[in-house]
């Protein structure tokens, strides 16, 4: 439950005072009838078990092989890890860096911030700096190019189909099943009640 709290509306701009709003409620502008405030149910646990689920897919893109290209009995297996290494090897440092941030850096910082906010908020506990992290999470997004990463693989593959088999690996659903898990939690996550637990401590 929300407590009561002073609100502007962010399409008309009246000022008014919002009641606690229930779980699976919504508070509307007396006005115009904007969403003010929308107490989402279990507003933590969807998240969380989410933001784990991202973890493991995390860790199984990295760790998997990612494409296994055959030709005239030969087979040679790639993973993300090694992609960006002959990147870097083939005198595209720039590039190798690039992917190398988009791809597991900003996620995987993205991920574990994430998973400090939520946690200690879950149980109505405090980290440091958890609130400052937060605000800085949303900032991380926009840099998440996992959707675009993965559709330069698909062209490449269409592409390079006719010189060779190409197999997708586990890490190619992996990288996938990732980019709507991660989708799915941050919108799963309701700032209102992560920023309410910092104004009420309890
Ligand atoms: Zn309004």
Redesign the pocket.
């Given at each position: 439950m929300t407590s009561g709290v002073l609100m502007a509306?962010h399409?008309?701009?009246?000022l008014q005072s919002i009641p606690a709003v229930p779980e699976g409620c919504a508070a509307l502008?007396?006005?115009?009838?904007?969403v003010l405030i929308r107490n989402k149910p279990k507003s933590f646990q969807r998240p969380l078990a989410l933001l784990l689920a991202g973890a493991i897919l995390f860790v199984m893109f990295n760790a998997f092989p990612f494409l296994t290209f055959k030709k005239e009995g030969l087979e040679h297996q790639t993973h993300v890890v090694t992609g960006i290494r002959q990147l870097a090897d083939q005198g595209m440092e720039a590039l190798a860096a690039l992917v190398a941030f988009n791809l597991i850096i900003i996620p995987g910082l993205h991920l574990l911030a994430s998973l400090y906010v939520l946690v200690p908020v879950s149980l109505n506990r405090r980290a440091p700096g958890m609130f400052t992290i937060f605000r800085y999470i949303r900032i991380l997004q926009p840099w998440h190019m996992v959707e675009i990463f993965m559709l330069g693989v698909l062209v490449s593959m269409v592409k390079l189909a006719k010189m060779a088999q190409i197999v997708p690996g586990v890490a190619v659903y992996s990288l996938t099943a990732f980019i709507f898990i991660m989708a799915a939690a941050s919108a799963a996550v309701d700032p209102h009640e992560v920023w309410e637990r910092w104004e009420v401590p309890r």
């Open positions: 509306c399409d008309c701009d009246l502008c007396r006005r115009c009838g904007t």
